[in-house]
């Protein structure tokens, strides 16, 4: 996702495109699959929610059976996004279109650590400056490996318990007394740590921050502006307008 | 025959404020004062309006049962229900049914007996089951006339065994699941104790009380192990394929789930959860099982609320943190920050 190449034009353009249509498209594929099999899954894992409040949720989607019709559909949609994605960095790996710089990577680096508590020092006063990021802050960081972790967990249980007499071939013998009811736990928990995190991290990053209230535009243009960028990701500003530090030195 | 004993019991009516057979009376009917109660004003009624009396059997007994409130004890210290819902019973499926079609013989009972005899073979099954139902188990035992197929299934069935072979009095019997025989819908009727909706509250009478559980040694978290599968979920939620009890563990014939011939013992799983789940195999038909979880789900569980708890503490501090401190920069650090 880092694109490398450092701009040595000397005037700074207004904006620069962050992420490219590829990345745009697998974006709003995951959010909205993401929105649909938790509106339905939710349904289900709460299925005996007082007042009957999780019955009528679930015929607003259209009853019991359809609404796990679209939680299937959306959940293998989910995972052919993410196959996607990943074979995607390959192939940008590959062509060299893009390359692994510390200053732009989205890998948790030990400075990611160092980062939170500079920012908790902050927060409690203690300290006058904020952490300073490159491309990824850690909590965009947070954010990216977050899907990974979901997917790995939910993803695969979920396939599981989708698919459950193709998944049986692969399940070894001694794992069947209890691997169905691991599938189910771990896709439930990790849903609702998945629904908790998307709901008060992404959210309130994303969305409700007073700079980006009600939202950051960046997921329909791809580009950010150099003004939020400097004040954002500084490291990635002084690695692509070098020119600019410069001057201001 | 009702009219006849009415009429019996009118004619000594005199005799009760003249003579001290009045005491008499008292004693003998001294449990059925209640029904006493009633008895004056109905049998003017049955009196004065003109019954077809052969054809209208079951409207003669409604007369009287269909407007007496609450239970009698009867002379053998049995409690016995008095009233008969007319309403309901004419909306059930026994409606075309005479009352002495089942009540065909009254033991403990203060009418006396329908003259029609009894058939030999409802006699020696009422004797099986009289310890279960000593008030009339000429009736109990009467469902047979019609049902006797399936009857005899649930004889063979270890519900049915329980009571004929152990002689116990809290195993299920047509009664226990079908509700009381006057009012029975089809099961397809989600009125029916035994349609979809109410299966499951309806078995877990039995299979949901702790006693019968640990007497009879019964899988104790059933009800709750089906009520957390997803097969419980989505029948909560008003699922119209998904399995109840007896799509698994058949009805009338139900066996004991360590019997060879259940229908959820061992690999006879492979069949039963193939009627849906096609290709059902080996390793998948462990996943539905009634047992609590085991320990590696168990602490799996535990592990993962605790991961869920940490992110939890760690996103809401850092999200209010956060913005508290854009709030303090806004009010005290104007343009103090870039």
């Known amino acids: 996702m880092s694109q490398t190449n450092t701009t040595t034009a000397r005037e700074i353009p207004k904006e620069i495109e962050r992420f490219n249509v590829t990345f745009r498209i697998q974006h709003i594929l995951m959010f909205t699959t993401f929105l649909l099999l938790s509106f339905t899954g939710w349904g289900l894992k709460y299925a005996d929610a007082p007042a009957g409040v999780s019955s009528w949720w679930i015929r607003v989607w259209g009853g019991p059976e359809t609404a796990g019709i679209i939680h299937r559909v959306a959940g293998v949609t989910m995972l052919l996004d993410f196959i996607w994605h990943v074979i995607y960095l390959g192939y940008l790996f590959a062509t060299k279109q893009m390359t692994i710089n510390l200053k732009t990577t989205v890998i948790p680096l030990p400075k990611d650590i160092f980062d939170v508590i500079q920012n908790f020092l902050y927060f409690f006063g203690l300290s006058k400056e904020k952490a300073r990021f490159g491309k990824y802050s850690y909590a965009q960081k947070f954010d990216y490996w977050a899907v990974f972790w979901g997917m790995f967990i939910i993803g695969f249980s979920g396939f599981a318990l989708a698919f459950p007499m193709l998944v049986s071939h692969i399940i070894p013998r001694f794992a069947t007394a209890w691997i169905w009811e691991l599938l189910s736990i771990m896709h439930s928990d990790e849903a609702l740590l998945a629904i908790v995190f998307i709901l008060f991290w992404h959210f309130y990053n994303e969305h409700l921050k007073p700079e980006n209230f009600p939202m950051s535009w960046l997921w329909i243009t791809g580009k950010i502006s150099t003004e939020k960028l400097k004040h954002h990701h500084p490291i990635e500003y002084d690695l692509l307008f070098p020119d600019a530090k410069k001057n201001k030195d | 025959m009702f009219i006849y004993t009415l009429l ?305 503490t760690f996103i809401i501090s850092h999200v209010l943190l956060e913005a508290f401190s854009d709030i303090r920069d806004a009010i005290f650090r104007k343009g103090g920050h870039e």
């Open chain 2, 8 to 312: 019996i019991s009118i004619l000594d009516l005199p005799k009760l404020f003249v003579s001290n057979s009045y005491n008499l009376m008292i004693e003998v009917l001294m449990p059925y004062k209640k029904v006493m109660f009633f008895v004056p004003p109905l049998l003017v009624l049955a009196l004065v309006l003109p019954l077809a009396v052969s054809a209208q059997e079951s409207a003669n007994c409604l007369a009287c049962h269909s407007s007496m409130k609450g239970r009698i004890k009867t002379i053998g210290g049995n409690l016995i229900e008095l009233n008969v819902d007319s309403e309901k019973f004419q909306a059930s499926v026994h409606s075309a049914l005479a009352c002495t079609d089942c009540h065909m013989k009254f033991t403990d009972n203060p009418h006396s007996s329908p003259g029609a005899s009894v058939p030999q073979d409802i006699l020696s099954l009422s004797a099986k089951i009289a310890k279960k139902y000593p008030v009339d188990p000429v009736a109990a035992a009467a469902c047979s006339k019609c049902h006797g197929e399936i009857y005899q299934k649930v004889l063979t069935s270890v519900h049915g065994r329980n009571i004929t072979e152990k002689h116990q009095t809290d195993g299920a019997l047509c009664l226990d699941c079908h509700g009381s025989p006057h009012y029975i819908v089809p099961v397809k009727n989600p009125e029916s104790k035994v349609s979809r909706g109410q299966q499951i509250e309806t078995c877990g009478k039995c299979h949901g009380n702790k006693q019968i559980i640990e007497k009879y040694k019964l899988e104790e978290n059933v009800l709750d192990s089906f009520k957390e599968s997803f097969h419980g979920r989505k029948l909560h939620l008003g699922h119209t394929k998904v399995p109840v009890c007896a799509s698994c563990h058949n009805s009338h014939d139900i066996m004991s789930k360590n019997d060879p011939a259940s229908p959820v013992f061992g690999n006879n799983r492979l069949q039963t959860c193939g009627k849906c789940h096609k290709g059902a195999n080996e390793k998948f038909i462990p996943a539905i099982t009634h047992k609590r979880p085991g320990p590696i789900p168990h602490y799996t569980e535990k592990a993962l609320i605790l991961l869920v708890l940490g992110v939890f």
